[in-house]
Protein backbone atom coordinates (compact mmCIF):
# COMPACT_ATOMS: atom_id res chain seq x y z
CA UNK A 1 0.00 0.00 0.00
CA UNK A 2 1.11 3.31 -1.38
CA UNK A 3 1.09 5.81 1.79
CA UNK A 4 1.45 9.55 2.38
CA UNK A 5 0.45 12.38 4.73
CA UNK A 6 -0.85 15.47 3.90
CA UNK A 7 -2.37 17.79 6.45
CA UNK A 8 -3.45 21.47 4.65
CA UNK A 9 -5.79 23.53 7.10
CA UNK A 10 -7.94 25.92 5.01
CA UNK A 11 -10.84 28.80 6.05
CA UNK A 12 -13.94 26.99 5.50
CA UNK A 13 -14.86 30.29 4.40
CA UNK A 14 -13.65 29.85 0.96
CA UNK A 15 -15.68 26.46 1.06
CA UNK A 16 -18.46 25.80 3.15
CA UNK A 17 -21.14 28.54 3.37
CA UNK A 18 -22.66 27.81 7.11
CA UNK A 19 -26.53 29.16 8.15
CA UNK A 20 -29.07 27.46 10.54
CA UNK A 21 -32.47 27.81 10.11
CA UNK A 22 -36.13 26.67 10.86
CA UNK A 23 -36.89 25.88 7.27
CA UNK A 24 -37.92 22.16 6.06
CA UNK A 25 -36.50 20.59 3.23
CA UNK A 26 -38.00 21.91 0.24
CA UNK A 27 -41.54 21.20 -0.80
CA UNK A 28 -42.19 19.51 2.94
CA UNK A 29 -45.90 20.52 4.24
CA UNK A 30 -47.73 18.91 0.85
CA UNK A 31 -45.63 20.61 -1.52
CA UNK A 32 -46.62 23.85 -0.87
CA UNK A 33 -43.49 25.43 1.24
CA UNK A 34 -43.40 26.43 4.65
CA UNK A 35 -42.93 24.05 7.34
CA UNK A 36 -44.43 22.55 10.04
CA UNK A 37 -46.31 20.09 7.91
CA UNK A 38 -47.70 23.38 5.79
CA UNK A 39 -48.40 25.44 9.71
CA UNK A 40 -48.31 28.68 9.59
CA UNK A 41 -46.00 29.15 12.59
CA UNK A 42 -42.07 27.87 12.15
CA UNK A 43 -41.50 24.73 15.16
CA UNK A 44 -40.46 25.81 18.46
CA UNK A 45 -38.94 22.30 19.15
CA UNK A 46 -35.09 21.93 19.93
CA UNK A 47 -33.75 21.26 16.59
CA UNK A 48 -32.12 17.39 16.59
CA UNK A 49 -30.14 16.51 13.03
CA UNK A 50 -31.19 13.28 11.96
CA UNK A 51 -30.49 13.23 7.72
CA UNK A 52 -28.19 14.84 5.39
CA UNK A 53 -28.54 15.10 1.98
CA UNK A 54 -27.55 16.92 -1.02
CA UNK A 55 -30.41 19.09 -2.89
CA UNK A 56 -29.65 20.00 -6.71
CA UNK A 57 -29.92 23.87 -7.52
CA UNK A 58 -28.98 25.58 -10.75
CA UNK A 59 -26.01 26.81 -9.77
CA UNK A 60 -24.48 24.71 -6.54
CA UNK A 61 -25.54 21.50 -4.80
CA UNK A 62 -26.73 22.36 -1.72
CA UNK A 63 -25.62 20.23 1.34
CA UNK A 64 -28.22 20.25 3.97
CA UNK A 65 -29.24 18.24 7.48
CA UNK A 66 -32.48 18.19 8.04
CA UNK A 67 -34.47 16.48 11.51
CA UNK A 68 -36.58 13.63 11.31
CA UNK A 69 -39.87 15.34 11.23
CA UNK A 70 -38.84 16.84 8.33
CA UNK A 71 -40.11 20.25 9.35
CA UNK A 72 -36.61 21.49 10.04
CA UNK A 73 -33.50 21.97 8.51
CA UNK A 74 -29.89 23.99 8.29
CA UNK A 75 -27.56 24.95 5.12
CA UNK A 76 -24.26 23.44 5.59
CA UNK A 77 -22.92 23.69 2.42
CA UNK A 78 -23.84 25.64 -1.04
CA UNK A 79 -19.95 25.01 -2.85
CA UNK A 80 -21.01 24.57 -6.21
CA UNK A 81 -17.92 21.82 -6.79
CA UNK A 82 -19.30 19.65 -3.82
CA UNK A 83 -18.90 15.67 -4.86
CA UNK A 84 -19.51 13.95 -1.90
CA UNK A 85 -20.03 14.36 1.65
CA UNK A 86 -20.55 11.75 5.16
CA UNK A 87 -21.07 12.21 8.71
CA UNK A 88 -19.62 10.59 11.71
CA UNK A 89 -21.54 12.13 14.36
CA UNK A 90 -20.17 10.68 17.69
CA UNK A 91 -16.96 11.99 16.39
CA UNK A 92 -17.88 14.81 15.44
CA UNK A 93 -16.62 14.87 11.90
CA UNK A 94 -18.03 15.79 8.63
CA UNK A 95 -15.52 14.69 5.47
CA UNK A 96 -16.51 15.78 1.88
CA UNK A 97 -15.08 16.10 -1.37
CA UNK A 98 -14.49 19.36 -3.77
CA UNK A 99 -14.33 18.99 -7.74
CA UNK A 100 -10.61 20.26 -8.74
CA UNK A 101 -9.66 20.36 -5.01
CA UNK A 102 -9.45 17.20 -3.22
CA UNK A 103 -11.43 15.70 0.41
CA UNK A 104 -11.35 17.28 3.55
CA UNK A 105 -12.62 17.07 7.15
CA UNK A 106 -14.08 19.30 9.37
CA UNK A 107 -15.95 19.45 13.09
CA UNK A 108 -17.92 21.15 14.76
CA UNK A 109 -18.74 21.83 18.38
CA UNK A 110 -21.95 21.66 20.28
CA UNK A 111 -24.00 23.04 16.86
CA UNK A 112 -23.74 20.96 13.77
CA UNK A 113 -24.87 23.28 11.84
CA UNK A 114 -22.03 25.77 12.65
CA UNK A 115 -18.70 23.68 11.52
CA UNK A 116 -15.40 24.64 11.85
CA UNK A 117 -11.82 25.17 9.70
CA UNK A 118 -11.33 22.42 7.12
CA UNK A 119 -8.40 20.39 6.52
CA UNK A 120 -7.33 19.18 3.24
CA UNK A 121 -6.44 15.33 3.53
CA UNK A 122 -5.98 14.31 -0.04
CA UNK A 123 -5.79 16.90 -3.12
CA UNK A 124 -7.53 15.03 -6.05
CA UNK A 125 -9.56 16.29 -8.61
CA UNK A 126 -12.47 13.97 -8.42
CA UNK A 127 -12.96 12.52 -5.49
CA UNK A 128 -16.62 10.94 -4.39
CA UNK A 129 -18.12 8.50 -2.57
CA UNK A 130 -16.92 8.76 1.13
CA UNK A 131 -17.90 6.44 4.33
CA UNK A 132 -16.21 6.41 7.26
CA UNK A 133 -15.74 3.17 8.97
CA UNK A 134 -17.78 2.01 12.25
CA UNK A 135 -16.38 3.78 15.17
CA UNK A 136 -14.89 6.13 12.68
CA UNK A 137 -11.28 5.23 12.58
CA UNK A 138 -11.19 5.32 9.06
CA UNK A 139 -12.34 7.18 5.77
CA UNK A 140 -12.39 5.85 2.53
CA UNK A 141 -13.51 7.24 -0.87
CA UNK A 142 -13.23 6.18 -4.42
CA UNK A 143 -10.92 8.08 -7.44
CA UNK A 144 -9.90 7.97 -10.67
CA UNK A 145 -6.83 6.77 -12.08
CA UNK A 146 -6.24 10.01 -14.28
CA UNK A 147 -3.48 8.60 -16.71
CA UNK A 148 -4.76 5.43 -17.36
CA UNK A 149 -6.40 5.60 -21.09
CA UNK A 150 -7.14 1.41 -21.14
CA UNK A 151 -10.89 0.34 -21.82
CA UNK A 152 -13.31 1.03 -19.64
CA UNK A 153 -12.75 3.55 -16.45
CA UNK A 154 -10.02 2.53 -13.73
CA UNK A 155 -10.49 3.85 -10.26
CA UNK A 156 -8.54 3.26 -6.70
CA UNK A 157 -9.86 2.75 -3.38
CA UNK A 158 -8.34 4.89 -0.54
CA UNK A 159 -8.07 5.34 2.62
CA UNK A 160 -7.66 7.74 5.63
CA UNK A 161 -6.33 6.58 8.93
CA UNK A 162 -7.45 9.37 11.39
CA UNK A 163 -5.61 7.89 14.20
CA UNK A 164 -2.16 9.00 12.77
CA UNK A 165 -3.25 11.02 9.39
CA UNK A 166 -2.01 8.79 6.72
CA UNK A 167 -3.25 8.43 3.86
CA UNK A 168 -2.85 4.83 1.57
CA UNK A 169 -4.38 3.10 -1.39
CA UNK A 170 -6.07 -0.14 -0.65
CA UNK A 171 -5.06 -1.84 -3.92
CA UNK A 172 -6.50 -4.14 -6.10
CA UNK A 173 -4.09 -4.64 -8.68
CA UNK A 174 -2.64 -7.65 -7.22
CA UNK A 175 -6.06 -9.58 -8.11
CA UNK A 176 -7.02 -7.38 -11.54
CA UNK A 177 -5.49 -8.89 -15.07
CA UNK A 178 -3.31 -8.02 -17.69
CA UNK A 179 -4.29 -7.21 -21.24
CA UNK A 180 -1.88 -5.69 -23.68
CA UNK A 181 -4.88 -5.39 -26.83
CA UNK A 182 -7.45 -3.56 -24.03
CA UNK A 183 -4.63 -1.37 -22.04
CA UNK A 184 -5.22 -2.96 -18.74
CA UNK A 185 -2.40 -4.20 -16.75
CA UNK A 186 -4.16 -5.03 -13.18
CA UNK A 187 -6.64 -1.88 -13.43
CA UNK A 188 -10.14 -2.17 -12.35
CA UNK A 189 -13.08 -0.27 -11.98
CA UNK A 190 -14.78 1.15 -8.84
CA UNK A 191 -18.07 3.02 -8.65
CA UNK A 192 -18.94 2.94 -5.04
CA UNK A 193 -17.24 1.93 -1.76
CA UNK A 194 -18.78 1.11 1.93
CA UNK A 195 -17.51 -0.38 4.77
CA UNK A 196 -18.96 -3.69 5.48
CA UNK A 197 -21.25 -3.57 9.06
CA UNK A 198 -19.15 -6.12 10.09
CA UNK A 199 -15.86 -4.72 9.73
CA UNK A 200 -14.77 -5.00 13.11
CA UNK A 201 -14.32 -8.79 12.68
CA UNK A 202 -13.95 -8.68 8.53
CA UNK A 203 -12.07 -6.20 8.23
CA UNK A 204 -13.51 -5.83 5.07
CA UNK A 205 -15.24 -3.40 2.72
CA UNK A 206 -18.29 -3.57 0.14
CA UNK A 207 -17.55 -2.00 -3.58
CA UNK A 208 -19.34 -2.06 -6.63
CA UNK A 209 -16.75 -2.39 -9.83
CA UNK A 210 -14.79 -5.47 -11.23
CA UNK A 211 -11.38 -6.15 -13.35
CA UNK A 212 -10.79 -4.37 -16.49
CA UNK A 213 -9.28 -7.27 -18.13
CA UNK A 214 -12.89 -9.29 -17.34
CA UNK A 215 -11.29 -11.99 -15.56
CA UNK A 216 -14.11 -11.55 -12.63
CA UNK A 217 -16.79 -11.75 -15.42
CA UNK A 218 -19.34 -8.22 -15.09
CA UNK A 219 -17.89 -5.06 -14.62
CA UNK A 220 -20.68 -4.15 -12.36
CA UNK A 221 -20.86 -6.89 -9.49
CA UNK A 222 -20.63 -6.08 -5.81
CA UNK A 223 -17.56 -7.32 -3.48
CA UNK A 224 -16.15 -7.40 -0.52
CA UNK A 225 -12.50 -7.28 0.46
CA UNK A 226 -10.19 -6.92 3.17
CA UNK A 227 -8.80 -3.35 3.31
CA UNK A 228 -4.90 -5.29 3.93
CA UNK A 229 -5.67 -7.09 0.43
CA UNK A 230 -4.21 -10.75 1.31
CA UNK A 231 -7.42 -12.00 0.04
CA UNK A 232 -8.79 -11.81 -3.38
CA UNK A 233 -12.18 -9.76 -3.54
CA UNK A 234 -15.01 -12.09 -3.17
CA UNK A 235 -18.17 -11.22 -5.26
CA UNK A 236 -21.57 -11.09 -3.06
CA UNK A 237 -23.66 -10.30 -6.01
CA UNK A 238 -22.60 -10.92 -9.78
CA UNK A 239 -23.42 -8.25 -12.19
CA UNK A 240 -24.46 -11.28 -14.60
CA UNK A 241 -27.55 -12.10 -12.94
CA UNK A 242 -28.73 -8.24 -11.81
CA UNK A 243 -28.52 -4.58 -12.97
CA UNK A 244 -28.20 -2.45 -9.92
CA UNK A 245 -27.54 0.93 -9.40
CA UNK A 246 -24.12 1.85 -7.64
CA UNK A 247 -25.84 3.47 -5.12
CA UNK A 248 -26.08 1.41 -1.92
CA UNK A 249 -26.33 1.32 1.54
CA UNK A 250 -25.19 -1.32 4.28
CA UNK A 251 -26.94 -1.92 7.47
CA UNK A 252 -25.22 0.16 11.15
CA UNK A 253 -23.49 -2.51 13.37
CA UNK A 254 -24.66 -0.37 16.09
CA UNK A 255 -28.62 -1.09 15.23
CA UNK A 256 -30.51 -4.12 15.43
CA UNK A 257 -31.11 -7.15 12.87
CA UNK A 258 -28.71 -9.32 10.46
CA UNK A 259 -25.90 -7.16 8.14
CA UNK A 260 -27.78 -6.41 5.36
CA UNK A 261 -26.71 -4.21 1.93
CA UNK A 262 -29.69 -2.41 0.29
CA UNK A 263 -29.18 -1.48 -3.28
CA UNK A 264 -31.93 -0.61 -6.14
CA UNK A 265 -32.76 -3.40 -9.14
CA UNK A 266 -32.85 -1.24 -12.09
CA UNK A 267 -35.05 -4.88 -13.66
CA UNK A 268 -38.07 -3.97 -11.65
CA UNK A 269 -37.36 -0.25 -9.50
CA UNK A 270 -37.06 -2.12 -6.24
CA UNK A 271 -34.46 -1.72 -3.14
CA UNK A 272 -33.46 -5.19 -2.84
CA UNK A 273 -32.73 -5.69 0.80
CA UNK A 274 -29.46 -8.15 0.96
CA UNK A 275 -28.49 -10.48 3.63
CA UNK A 276 -24.79 -9.93 3.74
CA UNK A 277 -23.85 -13.45 5.34
CA UNK A 278 -26.65 -15.17 3.40
CA UNK A 279 -30.38 -15.82 3.93
CA UNK A 280 -33.92 -14.71 1.67
CA UNK A 281 -34.06 -11.14 0.07
CA UNK A 282 -36.83 -8.58 0.36
CA UNK A 283 -37.51 -5.19 -1.30
CA UNK A 284 -39.68 -2.18 -2.40
CA UNK A 285 -39.91 0.29 -4.37
CA UNK A 286 -37.34 2.97 -4.48
CA UNK A 287 -34.26 4.40 -5.17
CA UNK A 288 -30.90 5.57 -3.69
CA UNK A 289 -31.77 3.90 0.01
CA UNK A 290 -29.91 4.59 3.16
CA UNK A 291 -30.38 2.91 6.45
CA UNK A 292 -31.62 4.32 9.87
CA UNK A 293 -28.96 4.27 12.87
CA UNK A 294 -31.08 1.82 14.20
CA UNK A 295 -31.64 -0.26 10.84
CA UNK A 296 -35.65 0.32 11.38
CA UNK A 297 -36.41 2.52 7.68
CA UNK A 298 -34.53 3.60 4.84
CA UNK A 299 -34.73 7.07 3.21
CA UNK A 300 -34.80 6.38 -0.50
CA UNK A 301 -36.14 8.74 -3.67
CA UNK A 302 -39.38 7.07 -4.69
CA UNK A 303 -38.49 6.44 -8.26
CA UNK A 304 -35.65 7.57 -10.54
CA UNK A 305 -37.58 8.15 -13.86
CA UNK A 306 -40.39 9.97 -12.14
CA UNK A 307 -41.26 13.48 -13.52
CA UNK A 308 -42.46 14.26 -10.01
CA UNK A 309 -39.43 14.36 -6.86
CA UNK A 310 -40.46 12.37 -3.88
CA UNK A 311 -38.16 11.66 -0.85
CA UNK A 312 -39.67 8.93 1.61
CA UNK A 313 -38.93 7.17 4.31
CA UNK A 314 -39.89 3.35 4.52
CA UNK A 315 -39.81 1.17 7.09
CA UNK A 316 -37.17 -2.18 6.51
CA UNK A 317 -40.03 -4.09 6.55
CA UNK A 318 -41.71 -3.05 3.90
CA UNK A 319 -44.89 -2.67 6.22
CA UNK A 320 -44.88 1.07 6.02
CA UNK A 321 -44.23 4.00 3.67
CA UNK A 322 -44.15 8.22 4.42
CA UNK A 323 -43.46 10.91 2.05
CA UNK A 324 -40.61 13.05 3.73
CA UNK A 325 -40.28 15.51 1.07
CA UNK A 326 -40.98 16.23 -2.79
CA UNK A 327 -37.96 18.40 -3.52
CA UNK A 328 -35.28 17.27 -5.42
CA UNK A 329 -32.94 15.84 -3.14
CA UNK A 330 -30.10 12.90 -3.22
CA UNK A 331 -27.56 11.17 -1.82
CA UNK A 332 -28.95 10.42 1.60
CA UNK A 333 -27.25 10.08 4.84
CA UNK A 334 -28.30 9.70 8.33
CA UNK A 335 -26.59 11.28 11.38
CA UNK A 336 -25.24 8.19 12.83
CA UNK A 337 -21.48 6.82 14.06
Not at 33 to 46: A, F, I, Q, S
Not at 141 to 155: H, I, K, L, N, Q
Not at 181 to 200: Q, T
Request: aromatic letters at 10%.
Amino acid sequence: MRTAKTLTAISLATILAISASAAPPEGKGGGKGGGNNGGEDPPTDPFVPAIAYFEEGRKSKNLKLANRAGDQACMISDQQGLRGFEYHASSKVLAYSVSGIGVFLTSWGDDPCTVGNGTLIRNQAAPENLDFSPYGRYLVWREPVEDYSGFGTAARIMLYDLSDGSVSEVSLEAWGGVRPEWGVNGEWGVSNIRFSPDFATTNEIIFVGGSLDGRFGEYDSLYTYSIDGANAPKKLLDGASISFDFVFSVTSPAGSGVSKVAFRNNNNGQVVQLPINGGAASSFAGYEPDYSCDNSELIHRKDASSRKNEVRITSADGGSTETWSKASLRFFDWFCG
